[in-house]
């Protein structure tokens, strides 16, 4: 293949054992670089998504409750929007962190696709569907369901990283 | 041996065999973008050497860097292009059809 390099170094082709070995040698590489990728957000953060996720359910289920509940429509309305926008501003400050400590692109896309596809899909379903089955039946009881399972969610996960991290990089 | 474009072998890139174009390929490849000092770190390299290695994938068009001040240093950070993309992997294609995969 052209490279466009100047005079680049030719090799002879490899035999298949030292082509296996190559190939293992950027496996491991790949391990190690996926270790600094799956590094934890820090303490702070997790608690910071953690009260973010379990409040959501409950302010989107008063937003979108049929008649006032507890507090004003235009109450929930901004206090979602503020959680949320000062959630956002938090969230860009612990990505410049994370970057600047670890020394790599934050990306999702190295994590284990087992853990992330159910969360892309579940989160959203566990933060809006507890407000609309609040809606549908009156049982504030749901919303609480939504807000402690989410906070679950987040609890499990961060830990889940904090093991992951732990174990590929020992 | 076929060299059509769909043979393997095609993609194999004397510029990126050099084991250590190569490391540091597959650092860059998993983790989008990493800083200099990192890439040193993780594959144990003297900065010359990885100076060297990376001035060379620069130079080809594979890897790019940007370069960012944190704590009133300058840092480098490196990543691959998408052309350095096509061939790390077209690259790792001809290793596996040597190994028989």
């Given at each position: 293949m052209e490279t466009g390099a100047s005079a680049p170094d030719r090799y002879p082709l490899p035999t298949s054992d030292e082509a296996r070995a190559t190939l293992a040698e950027a496996a491991r590489i790949r391990t190690s670089a996926t270790a600094l990728s799956a590094t934890p957000w820090p303490t702070w953060f997790a608690t910071t998504l953690t009260a973010y996720v379990a409040f959501f359910p409950v302010a989107y289920g008063g937003l979108f409750a049929d008649d006032r509940w507890l507090l004003p429509k235009a109450a929930w309305a901004a206090a979602l929007l503020s959680t949320t926008a000062a959630y956002l501003a938090l969230f860009a400050l612990a990505a410049r962190s994370w970057r600047q400590r670890t020394g790599v692109a934050l990306r999702f896309?190295?994590?284990?696709k087992r853990a992330t596809v159910p969360l892309a899909i579940g989160m959203p379903a566990l933060l809006m569907g507890p407000a609309w089955a609040f809606r549908a039946t009156g049982q504030a009881g749901w919303l609480a369901f939504g807000a402690v399972a989410a906070a679950a969610v987040s609890v499990g996960f961060h830990l889940a990283f904090v093991r992951l991290h732990g174990k590929t990089t020992a | 041996m076929s060299t059509g474009p769909?043979?393997?072998?095609?993609?194999?890139d004397h510029l990126i065999h050099a084991p250590n174009r190569l490391r540091v390929c597959a650092l860059l490849d998993t983790t989008g973008e990493a800083e200099f000092a990192v890439l040193q770190k993780q594959l144990g390299l003297s900065p010359s050497a990885l100076s060297k290695h990376a001035g060379a994938l620069i130079e080809a068009g594979y890897v790019e860097q940007r370069k960012a001040v944190r704590d009133t240093r300058q840092r480098v950070w490196l990543r691959l292009t998408p052309q350095g993309n096509k061939a790390y992997h077209g690259h790792l294609a001809a290793l596996r059809a040597i190994v028989g995969q």
């Open positions: 896309d190295v994590l284990p | 769909t043979d393997p072998m095609a993609g194999f």
